[in-house]
């Protein structure tokens, strides 16, 4: 399997290209067998949750509590929702014809890479000025949590943290997605200078050879990752267990039980 | 442009004798397998040497494939009928003369006597960076060289645009699309059929194919349906040279008049995009109306709409304007600017 493709220059110089397509086949493969491994290991591990007399407890403790948490409001799940319907379009116009389903599919990418590119500065900015901007984000403060988690997937009982507003492998997943989108988006808005649209001059030399090869293989990259990460983003929103925080991104709040539940009210102060 | 030399790179040669061993070669040697038909784009790849074909399947070997039969009401033209011979056919010259000057307008006597009319039409862009083997879009590479600011792009597309600025250079192919033909392409999955304007791919939809043919398929004829035999015809061609040149542009339309109204018009152009157009728009505008430099002048206006000239090539605007209103009046006799 080829990880890289290169062309020759008309000055005869050896530059990469993009990136080979067998990495698409090779990310594709990847996310199925995460998939299989997780299912596999749903069914038969002994992961540890706060029982139902806990949480009764819990919930006898704090009637202080709304019956319903706000959990993302309308302007994250509209950012949400967008950046999934830019993500889907994008994936699809940009595969599809590579595994064989041929049509004009290049403006309809740069289209939806522009809704993306614009719902993830909306996101940026709604992040930073309206919303607990740190939440999210992993650091080696999270070590203390990581274990736990580790643990009680094992099976055990631990008093180490519960998650935030954000469960561990959430966040996890956002850095994930942040690296591979911000790599994505700023590549493809460069390769948007390359081809006719309605915004810029075509400018084929604002780059050079060497570094155009390396734009699209950052691209390419990125892009194949997202095909992982798409994958099992979308296998965890359909899983039983995950179903709340799935039906949260659609209505925007979750119970009272589940908020007791599922996180720590210590780091996630409801309101 | 590449050097083309004496030699060519090894490959193994097999020559079928019928069209069923042709496909079997195809799908056991897969993408590494090279149709050769008249050669004359195959010999220029290969000297090249820039394509380097493991196994080369020559059809000249397929009785097949060659000739042309009454089909229907209409022909069946085989892939492997020399343009000679399509030129030459009594059938093609009483009913489907648009064809046979089509046909007759390729290349060279010499040529016509070699190329075929599946060659013609299955033929890779001239573009020359493209042709010279460096890594631009249509090679697998992240760059058209023909659509640089100082790129030589004097015959390089005008229309349909996407990444690649190359054009299609067959002169049988607006002529086709006119006649509303059909192409029929095997496989060893079976056969299937594509109207003559879907035989052609953009880059938009696939950017390193100029035709539908996927791997280990074959065109193995094209059929002219009766309904156009006999109509009025018109094809012109602009070339820098009356013979052994690629067109700028041309044009190929066919009419059928009601008294002195256009009853329904079938016109396609060549040279300005990557793929044979068919100006859909054109034939909506003149059904209807009298074949008069008032039609022909609005048809002219619509086929040209849209076209983005690069640095070279802005003459194909009003050379395409022009061809369609002489298509559309149907007389050279005029040359408006």
């Known amino acids: 399997m080829d990880l890289l493709t290169w062309g020759r220059t008309p000055w005869g110089e050896w530059i990469l290209t993009h990136i080979s397509w067998d990495l698409f086949w090779a990310s594709l493969f990847a996310g199925f067998a995460f998939l299989l491994a997780h299912g596999s290991y749903m069914l038969l591990s002994a992961h540890r949750k706060r029982d139902a007399i806990e949480t009764d407890r819990l919930e006898a403790a704090r009637t202080d509590l709304p019956a319903r948490i706000s959990r993302h409001s309308l302007a994250a799940r509209l950012f949400h929702w967008v950046m999934a319907a830019a993500m889907f379009v994008l994936l699809f116009t940009a595969f599809l014809p590579i595994v064989g389903v041929q049509f004009a599919w290049v403006t309809w990418h740069w289209m939806a890479g522009l809704v993306l590119t614009a719902s993830i500065l909306f996101h940026i900015i709604h992040a930073t000025v309206w919303m607990d901007f740190w939440s999210i984000w992993v650091g080696p403060k999270d070590m203390p949590e990581l274990k736990a988690e580790l643990l009680r997937e094992l099976g055990h009982e631990v008093d180490g943290p519960k998650p935030g507003k954000y469960p561990l492998g959430n966040r996890l997943y956002h850095l994930a997605i942040v690296l591979s989108g911000l790599m994505v988006v700023t590549s493809g808005l460069f390769m948007m200078v390359r081809v006719r649209t309605p915004f810029f001059t075509r400018n084929p030399y604002l780059l050079d050879d060497a570094k155009w090869g390396f734009t699209y293989v950052a691209h390419g990259l990125a892009g194949v990752a997202l095909v992982g990460l798409v994958m099992a983003h979308v296998y965890f929103a359909v899983r039983p267990e995950k179903w709340w925080i799935t039906k949260s991104m659609i209505l925007g709040w979750i119970t009272r039980r589940q908020y007791l539940e599922h996180h720590d009210p210590q780091r996630w102060i409801a309101r | 442009m590449a050097v083309i030399r004496d030699v060519m790179p090894a490959f193994e040669l097999f020559q079928p004798a019928s069209i069923d061993a042709a496909l079997e070669l195809l799908d056991r040697y897969g993408s590494s397998a090279w149709v050769l038909a008249g050669g004359l784009d195959s010999f220029d790849w290969l000297k090249d040497r820039i394509k380097r074909p493991s196994v080369v399947v020559d059809l000249s070997g397929i009785t097949e494939l060659k000739g042309v039969r009454p089909m229907g009401d209409g022909l069946e033209i085989g892939a492997m009928t020399t343009l000679t011979e399509v030129v030459r056919h009594p059938m093609v010259q009483e009913r489907y003369s648009i064809l046979m000057k089509a046909a007759e307008a390729a290349a060279s006597p010499q040529i016509r006597n070699q190329g075929t009319i599946g060659g013609n039409v299955s033929q890779d862009t001239r573009c020359w960076y493209y042709r010279a083997g460096w890594s631009c879009y249509r090679a697998g590479g992240n760059i058209c ?13 005008i229309l349909g645009a996407d990444r690649c600025v190359a054009v299609n250079p067959s002169d049988t192919s607006p002529a086709l699309i006119a006649l509303q033909a059909e192409m029929v392409i095997r496989s060893r999955d079976g056969e299937r059929v594509v109207a003559a304007e879907d035989y052609f791919i953009g880059p938009g939809t696939d950017i390193t194919r100029m035709t539908a043919l996927r791997t280990g398929e074959l065109l193995t004829a094209i059929r002219l349906p009766g309904s156009w035999a006999g109509a009025h015809f018109y094809f012109e061609k602009v ?6 040149d690629f067109p700028l542009v041309n044009v190929a339309a066919a009419t059928v008049m009601t008294g002195d109204t256009i009853a329904r018009m079938r ?12 100006l859909a728009a054109v034939e909506d505008v003149v059904r209807g109306k009298a074949r008069d430099e008032a039609t022909a002048k609005a048809a002219g206006d619509i086929a040209i709409a849209g076209a983005v000239p690069l640095q070279h090539n802005a003459y194909k605007v009003p050379l395409l304007r022009n061809l369609v209103r002489r298509a559309v009046r149907g007389t050279e006799n005029t040359w408006t600017s």
């Open chain 2, 145 to 157: 060289y023909a659509d640089t600011p100082t790129a030589i792009n004097r015959e390089h597309a």
């Open chain 2, 267 to 278: 016109i396609a152009v060549n040279g300005v995009a990557a793929t044979p157009l068919r």
């Open chain 2, 239 to 244: 070339a820098d040279r009356n013979v052994w």
